[in-house]
C-alpha cells in the first residue's frame, strides 16, 4: 500500500484569511447568547418593556390612567439599549481586532492557530470545545457558563467552498455542535 503523505497530511488542514467585520462579532455574540444559560433573560426582558410600554399606552389612551411619562420616556429607551447592546459589543470587538489587520486562521486535527500582523495565538480544542454553525461562519466556544471565550471562523476566508465541508469536518470529530 502506498500512501502519499502530503496528500493525507493536506486533508486535516483547512486555512482561512480574512480581514474582520462587525458582522463576524455580532454572529458570535448572538450565537453566544442562544449557548448561555441566561441568554434568554434578555429576550424575555425586550418582550416585557415592550409589553409594558405598549399596556400603558393602552390604557393612557382608553382614559383609565393618567399616562405614567417616566414610564413613557424611560421603556423606549431601555429597549433601544438591550436591542443595540450585541451590535455596540461588536463594534468595540471590531476596534480592537482591525488594529491587527490581516487575520490567518490554520485549523488542524491538534487545534487552531491564529496569526495576525501583530500576533500569534494557538488554542486546542478542550479550550474551545464547542461549535456552532451559521450561514456566514464557525464560531468555536469555551465551556464555560458564560461561553466567554471564542474564535470566528468567517466562511468567507476560505479559499474554496469545498474547505467549507473540510472544516466542518475538523470540527466535527473534535468539538460538540450546539
Not at 455596540?88 to 471590531?94: M, N
Not at 472544516?167 to 470529530?173: A, C, G, S
Request: overall charge positive; glycine content about 6%; charged content about 25%.
Amino acid at each position: 500500500m502506498v500512501m502519499d503523505m502530503g496528500r493525507d497530511a493536506e486533508q486535516g488542514v483547512v486555512e482561512l484569511a480574512y480581514e474582520p467585520v462587525v458582522g463576524d462579532f455580532l454572529g458570535a455574540l448572538k450565537e453566544r447568547n442562544r449557548l448561555r444559560k441566561r441568554g434568554w433573560v434578555r429576550s424575555w426582558a425586550v418582550g416585557l418593556l415592550a409589553f409594558a410600554f405598549v399596556l400603558n399606552g393602552a390604557l393612557s389612551v382608553a382614559g383609565r390612567d393618567k399616562p405614567d411619562w417616566v414610564v413613557l420616556i424611560w421603556l423606549p429607551l431601555a429597549l433601544v439599549l438591550l436591542l443595540l447592546t450585541p451590535r455596540l459589543q461588536a463594534r468595540a470587538f471590531l476596534k480592537l481586532a482591525v488594529r491587527n489587520g490581516t487575520y490567518r486562521a490554520t485549523v488542524t486535527d491538534a487545534g487552531l492557530t491564529m496569526a495576525t500582523d501583530n500576533s500569534t495565538t494557538s488554542v486546542k480544542w478542550a479550550a474551545q470545545p464547542r461549535y456552532r454553525e451559521t450561514g456566514d461562519a464557525f464560531y468555536t466556544y469555551s465551556d464555560d457558563k458564560n461561553a466567554s471565550c471564542f474564535t470566528v471562523l468567517p466562511k468567507r476566508g476560505l479559499a474554496a467552498p469545498a474547505d467549507t465541508d473540510r472544516l466542518r469536518e475538523i470540527l466535527d470529530r473534535h468539538l460538540t455542535r450546539v
